[in-house]
C-alpha cells in the first residue's frame, strides 16, 4: 500500500443525459434516467480512484461551510468506499458545483467553484500531512500552490493535473510546471498540437515524465530518463457511456502503478485499462476496476 496527498477540488455534479449538442431549446424534457447527481471533481475523482486500488490517502480539500460531506459522501458512494474526509475543510461560503450535458461523445460543462480560487487551505495541515507520503497529486488551482515548496522541502516526489494549456492558462501555471515531478494535460484544451504542448511543458520546467491525454486516440508519454515520446492507442473493455473524469482516471490508475513499480511502461498499460473501463459509467468518481480485474484483462490486450 503507498502513501498519497491529494489536493484539488471537490465539487457537486448534474450529469445530464441530451440528444445532441449544441443544445435546442426546448421549454421542458422528462426522461427517466437523464440526470445523475453525484460527487465529482479533479481532486476527488483521483482520491476515490487511489483508494479503490488499495491506496493510503489524504484527501485535501474545501467544501460550503453547511455542507453535509459524510452524509452526501455515504449516500451517493455506491460502493461506500471508505475514503477519509477528515482534511476536506467547511470552509467555503458556498459549494463549488458543475452541470454537464454530454451527448455522443460530446460534452459542455457549466462551472461555478464559488470562492475556492481565492480560499488558502490550511498550510500546517498541509505541512503536517506530508513527510511520510509516498507521492503529493495536486490539481494546478491556487490553494495547492503551498504544496509545490513543501514537496521540494521534504523531497516528495510531485505530480500535477495541470490539464487545460491554452495560451491564457500557461503563465498563471507555469509554476506548477516548473515544480512537477510528473504532468498529465488534456488535448481537449490546448491551442496548438500535443507534441507543441510537450515541448513548451518541456521549456518550461524539466518533468520526469508527461502524459498528454488524446481522449479517443489514447495517450502520448514522454520519460526524460529514457528521452522517448511514445503514443499509446486506447483499449476497450466496456461500451463509451461518458467520458468525463476518463483523464483523472488514467492518470490516477498511472501514478498507482509507477509508485508501486517504478516501471512507467507497464503503468500507463494499466491505466488504459482503468480509464477504458471508467468511461463505461455516467458519475465522474465510480466505474473503477480493481487490480484483480486489471490482471485479468491484461492478458486479453497484451500478448
Same mark, same amino acid.
Given at each position: 500500500? +503507498?502513501?498519497?496527498?491529494?489536493?484539488?477540488?471537490?465539487?457537486?455534479?448534474?450529469?445530464?443525459?441530451?440528444?445532441?449538442?449544441?443544445?435546442?431549446?426546448?421549454?421542458?424534457?422528462?426522461?427517466?434516467?437523464?440526470?445523475?447527481?453525484?460527487?465529482?471533481?479533479?481532486?476527488?475523482?483521483?482520491?476515490?480512484?487511489?483508494?479503490?486500488?488499495?491506496?493510503?490517502?489524504?484527501?485535501?480539500?474545501?467544501?460550503?461551510?453547511?455542507?453535509?460531506?459524510?452524509?452526501?459522501?455515504?449516500?451517493?458512494?455506491?460502493?461506500?468506499?471508505?475514503?477519509?474526509?477528515?482534511?476536506?475543510?467547511?470552509?467555503?461560503?458556498?459549494?463549488?458545483?458543475?452541470?454537464?450535458?454530454?451527448?455522443?461523445?460530446?460534452?459542455?460543462?457549466?462551472?461555478?467553484?464559488?470562492?475556492?480560487?481565492?480560499?488558502?487551505?490550511?498550510?500546517?495541515?498541509?505541512?503536517?500531512?506530508?513527510?511520510?507520503?509516498?507521492?503529493?497529486?495536486? +490539481?494546478? *488551482?491556487?490553494?495547492?500552490?503551498?504544496?509545490?515548496?513543501?514537496?521540494?522541502?521534504?523531497?516528495?516526489?510531485?505530480?500535477?493535473?495541470?490539464?487545460?494549456?491554452?495560451?491564457?492558462?500557461?503563465?498563471?501555471?507555469?509554476?506548477?510546471?516548473?515544480?512537477?515531478?510528473?504532468?498529465?494535460?488534456?488535448?481537449?484544451?490546448?491551442?496548438?498540437?500535443?507534441?507543441? *504542448?510537450?515541448?513548451?511543458?518541456?521549456?518550461?520546467?524539466?518533468?520526469?515524465?508527461?502524459?498528454?491525454?488524446?481522449?479517443?486516440?489514447?495517450?502520448?508519454?514522454?520519460?526524460?530518463?529514457?528521452?522517448?515520446?511514445?503514443?499509446?492507442?486506447?483499449?476497450?473493455?466496456?461500451?463509451?457511456?461518458?467520458?468525463?473524469?476518463?483523464?483523472?482516471?488514467?492518470?490516477?490508475?498511472?501514478?498507482?502503478?509507477?509508485?508501486?513499480?517504478?516501471? @512507467?511502461?507497464?503503468?500507463?498499460?494499466?491505466?488504459?485499462?482503468?480509464? +477504458?473501463?471508467?468511461?463505461?459509467?455516467?458519475?465522474?468518481?465510480?466505474?473503477?476496476?480493481?487490480?484483480?480485474?486489471? @490482471?485479468?484483462?491484461?492478458?486479453?490486450?497484451?500478448?
Amino acid at each position: 500500500m +503507498s502513501k498519497f496527498m491529494v489536493a484539488g477540488f471537490l465539487q457537486m455534479e448534474t450529469i445530464v443525459k441530451v440528444d445532441e449538442l449544441p443544445l435546442p431549446y426546448k421549454r421542458f424534457c422528462s426522461e427517466e434516467g437523464m440526470i445523475d447527481l453525484n460527487i465529482g471533481g479533479a481532486g476527488y475523482n483521483e482520491a476515490v480512484a487511489l483508494r479503490w486500488l488499495g491506496n493510503d490517502v489524504d484527501f485535501m480539500s474545501m467544501v460550503a461551510k453547511e455542507f453535509a460531506l459524510e452524509q452526501y459522501n455515504h449516500a451517493l458512494n455506491p460502493a461506500q468506499l471508505d475514503l477519509d474526509m477528515q482534511y476536506v475543510l467547511p470552509v467555503l461560503d458556498g459549494m463549488p458545483s458543475a452541470i454537464i450535458l454530454y451527448a455522443n461523445g460530446q460534452t459542455q460543462t457549466f462551472e461555478d467553484v464559488k470562492c475556492i480560487r481565492h480560499t488558502q487551505y490550511d498550510y500546517e495541515l498541509f505541512e503536517r500531512q506530508i513527510p511520510d507520503k509516498d507521492m503529493v497529486l495536486i +490539481s494546478s *488551482c491556487n490553494f495547492c500552490r503551498p504544496l509545490l515548496e513543501l514537496a521540494k522541502k521534504y523531497n516528495k516526489p510531485l505530480a500535477v493535473n495541470v490539464r487545460s494549456m491554452r495560451k491564457e492558462k500557461v503563465l498563471e501555471k507555469a509554476d506548477f510546471i516548473r515544480e512537477a515531478d510528473i504532468l498529465y494535460v488534456s488535448e481537449d484544451d490546448l491551442d496548438g498540437t500535443p507534441y507543441e *504542448c510537450l515541448e513548451q511543458c518541456k521549456e518550461l520546467g524539466n518533468p520526469k515524465i508527461v502524459l498528454i491525454g488524446l481522449g479517443e486516440k489514447g495517450v502520448l508519454m514522454y520519460t526524460r530518463e529514457q528521452n522517448s515520446v511514445l503514443e499509446y492507442k486506447p483499449v476497450k473493455t466496456n461500451e463509451v457511456v461518458n467520458t468525463i473524469g476518463a483523464g483523472n482516471a488514467m492518470f490516477s490508475a498511472f501514478l498507482h502503478y509507477y509508485v508501486k513499480t517504478g516501471d @512507467e511502461r507497464e503503468a500507463i498499460k494499466n491505466a488504459l485499462l482503468f480509464a +477504458s473501463y471508467k468511461i463505461g459509467f455516467v458519475g465522474t468518481s465510480i466505474g473503477f476496476m480493481t487490480e484483480e480485474q486489471i @490482471e485479468q484483462w491484461k492478458p486479453l490486450i497484451w500478448k
